[in-house]
């Protein structure tokens, strides 16, 4: 035994004989110092000598600390998740409201409604697992303030806040490489805002959390478990209603499917009449004809029978040909949109709400 921890057993014999409480000495050598484990343990002596009774070694404190890392590990990859989630979909909406007229990476319409339902998914399993997680967490060190002091949860939590830490120092990487090359634009420093302050509200929460050991700071300190609870869903609650501002709300993405589905019918359509024609072409068919109907199209294997009909109606589209090799192709769509699948951005496929017919030509499929 060094001196150390034998003035700290002579201390609390003496202190007892005082009546001292045994929370009240915790409390009084938690806060000049001492690790509460040398605590517990020289109270563990103390009254081992009191009652002549050695302290019994509770069992399964394996199994415990299984658990505790089962927990920490949960609510860390949980945050992660959302947390990665949270900053994605921001930055898609950063790019949806602030497109870069200089980059030509721009991302389509369709890019944006799959990344942003994709995040929101994301957001609406992991997010709700990391409050519940981390609310039992929270119980848990409430009632046993001993776990504060657990190897296993000050080492998880300092991983994760080496994590949060090279996220920050990376963030101002990019955004000084940004300023350095030219490319500091609102929407980049947005995007370097929306990671600064994901990160660092989660690094001053875990941060925080590894102060609070004493019950007393425990109890106090639930206020900024609250406090991070309440932000955080707000923010996530926030990046739903922004969600379906941007994408719209599920009927809504039904209905702009089905239209991009029309579309694409329509374009194979057109492939398929092209094709046939430069057949008959070398073939040496003169004049070169359209066929009477889509039907006879299918009949020749130039399409599927799928391809020919409406993917919600069933009904097939209206085929009109115009003479030679001129013709039209029509369709009933549900949205006023600019199609995202069309070639070189081209405005050809655009459509408003009901009966669109568009004019083609089997001899130029250039522009389709």
Not at 330 to 335: E, K, S
Not at 348 to 358: L, V
Request: charged fraction near 20%.
């Amino acid at each position: 035994m060094d001196d150390r921890y034998a003035r700290l057993l002579q201390f609390i014999t003496a202190s007892k004989a005082k009546g001292a409480s045994d929370e009240s000495l915790t409390a009084l050598l938690v806060r000049r110092g001492w690790p509460a484990q040398d605590i517990y343990t020289a109270l563990g002596e103390y009254w081992a000598y009191v009652t002549g009774v050695a302290v019994p070694e509770r069992s399964g404190s394996n199994s415990e600390s299984s658990r505790e890392a089962f927990l920490y590990l949960l609510a860390f990859s949980t945050l992660c998740s959302w947390a990665t989630a949270l900053g994605s979909a921001m930055f898609t909406f950063i790019e949806h409201w602030f497109p870069d007229p200089v980059t030509s990476n721009s991302y389509s319409e369709v890019w944006q409604r799959n990344s942003v339902t994709w995040q929101m998914a994301t957001l609406a399993v992991s997010f709700p697992i990391f409050l519940l997680v981390m609310r039992a967490i929270v119980r848990e060190n409430a009632a046993h303030p001993e776990r504060l002091q657990s190897g296993v949860r000050k080492w998880l939590t300092y991983i994760a806040l080496l994590g949060t830490a090279a996220t920050m120092i990376g963030d101002l990487i990019w955004f000084l490489d940004a300023l350095l090359s030219g490319g500091l634009t609102v929407r980049f420093f947005l995007k370097s805002a929306v990671v600064m302050i994901i990160s660092g509200a989660i690094f001053w929460y875990y941060f925080h959390s590894l102060r609070s050991r004493k019950r007393e700071e425990q109890t106090e300190g639930r206020g900024y478990h609250r406090w991070f609870a309440i932000a955080s869903t707000a923010a996530v609650i926030a990046t739903f209603l922004l969600g379906f501002n941007v994408t719209g709300t599920p009927p809504v993405i039904r209905e702009r499917q089905a239209d991009e589905r029309r579309i694409q019918d329509l374009r194979h359509l057109g492939f398929a009449l092209a094709a046939r024609n430069r057949e008959q072409s070398n073939q040496g068919t003169t004049p070169t004809t359209l066929p009477s109907s889509l039907t006879q199209l299918v009949s020749e294997g130039k399409i599927s029978e799928r391809q020919t009909r409406d993917p919600i109606t069933l009904q097939p589209y209206v085929f009109l040909p115009n003479g030679g090799t001129r013709y039209q192709l029509c369709a009933n769509f549900n949205q006023i949109q600019v199609s995202d699948v069309s070639i070189d951005n081209s405005t050809f496929w655009n459509h408003g709400i009901g009966r669109k017919c568009y004019s083609l030509n089997a001899k130029e499929p250039t522009e389709y």
